[in-house]
């Protein structure tokens, strides 16, 4: 795509600094935001930045090096790179981030090492990026972040609905076994099933402990069927023939799902478990998405959900990941235990249980999938505006956009 742009390399435009820390810096409950060289950004309770920067990681076993842009107090691992405009007169930060975003491929395709890829500092010094006007710079970067606040937006409130759905499963599903019984049933909003409140039941003995009355207690294996996914016809960059969505660890994140053949695959429903048997984020568990499971991750789909409904068997294997984390076998790449997560007990509620249970996490569950259709929705308008505008096929300097520093004066 033709530029309309001057294109000028990095060095001299922008500052390039790298975090100190230590992976195992990070704290669960830190006050400030961690950036690594994860996708995931963790948290911990030092901060050596204060201010607008893109965040770049400096290595990354495949090639895919996550980019965030953050404004704030923030640490970074000592591979992860700062990176901040020089002269903000002159070149807008968050016009560097969306800039950069199109050079990732590149990046993945020039970086060096073998086991691990590695960006250096004379690479990124060379990477060109185009250099619009100081208005344009700030209105590319005001249109694309509509989108990006828009997303991180649904993502908060996927959030409070994941923990208000995990709190739910405590409460129904843990709280029975802390010796002072599950309260007894009362109509779920279906009017079908019961809710969790009432006066406490008597508990009897099990191999968890003191469950309620008329609950059970039995291996996962018993109420669910486990399958491995499979290795899909054709490759990511040349989808063939076919409608079933395949689906990948990028995926479950929010990634375009790319399309493959239907024959001899394992095909996942909306309700069921999809885990990530394999890598880094091995044993963490999505739900609400349907498809061809690819060869990295696995399919629980229960077989009994009258009695231990989808969402109670989503629930129960995101209340245990972090127990599957510390069970995963393989030395150089980790891999879930799929023995050990198959022979754990899980409680079986009576079905009125069981089903109130569903009703009332069905509803949680649908507003987390239409959040993550939207964001969906959302991503792939950004990139397709991303290269039109940073190339200036779209030209914005005439549009009539109030940006932050416009605001401000």
Request: charged letters at 25%.
């Amino acid at each position: 795509m033709e530029n309309r742009f001057q294109v000028l390399p990095l060095e001299g435009l922008v500052n390039f600094k790298t975090g100190k820390l230590n992976s195992n810096a990070a704290k669960p409950d830190g006050m400030f935001p961690f950036f690594t060289c994860s996708q995931e950004t963790f948290r911990t309770d030092t901060w050596s930045f204060d201010g607008e920067y893109v965040l770049l990681a400096g290595n990354n076993a495949a090639g895919i090096y996550p980019l965030k842009y953050f404004n704030g107090k923030f640490d970074a691992y000592q591979r992860t790179y700062a990176i901040n405009a020089i002269d903000e007169n002159a070149l807008v930060t968050r016009y560097v981030y969306y800039a950069l975003r199109l050079q990732l491929e590149l990046m993945k395709s020039i970086s060096t090492g073998v086991a691990t890829k590695f960006l250096t500092l004379s690479l990124l010094n060379r990477t060109q990026i185009p250099v619009p006007p100081l208005p344009t710079q700030r209105k590319i970067a005001a249109i694309l972040s509509v989108y990006d606040d828009l997303i991180e937006n649904n993502l908060r409130r996927i959030k409070i609905l994941e923990e208000m759905a995990q709190n739910l499963y405590r409460e129904w599903f843990t709280y029975p076994f802390r010796g002072t019984g599950m309260p007894s049933p009362k109509p779920s909003p279906s009017g079908r099933g019961a809710s969790g409140e009432g006066s406490p039941r008597r508990l009897v003995d099990s191999t968890l402990g003191p469950i309620p009355e008329g609950w059970e207690v039995v291996p996962l294996s018993s109420v669910v069927d486990f399958a491995k996914g499979r290795k899909p016809v054709g490759t990511r960059n040349e989808p063939i023939s076919g409608d079933v969505r395949l689906l990948l660890i990028d995926a479950l994140r929010g990634g375009e799902p790319q399309f493959t053949a239907p024959a001899r695959l394992v095909i996942a429903g909306t309700r069921d478990t999809i885990m990530v048997m394999d890598g880094g984020s091995s044993c963490e568990v999505a739900q609400g998405f349907s498809g061809a499971v690819g060869s990295t991750l696995g399919r629980f789909r229960t077989t009994k959900a009258d009695r231990f409904s989808p969402h109670a068997l989503y629930r129960f294997l995101e209340e245990k990941v972090d127990e599957f984390k510390s069970k995963n076998i393989g030395a150089a790449i980790p891999h879930a235990n799929k023995d050990y997560i198959l022979t754990q007990m899980v409680p079986l509620p009576p079905q009125n249980i069981a089903l109130g249970f569903h009703d009332y996490l069905e509803p949680i569950q649908g507003t987390i999938e239409i959040l993550k259709t939207k964001n969906t929705t959302l991503r792939r308008t950004r990139d397709l505006l991303l290269p039109r505008l940073i190339s200036g096929e779209v030209d914005v300097s005439e549009l009539d956009i109030t940006v932050p520093e416009e605001a401000e004066e």
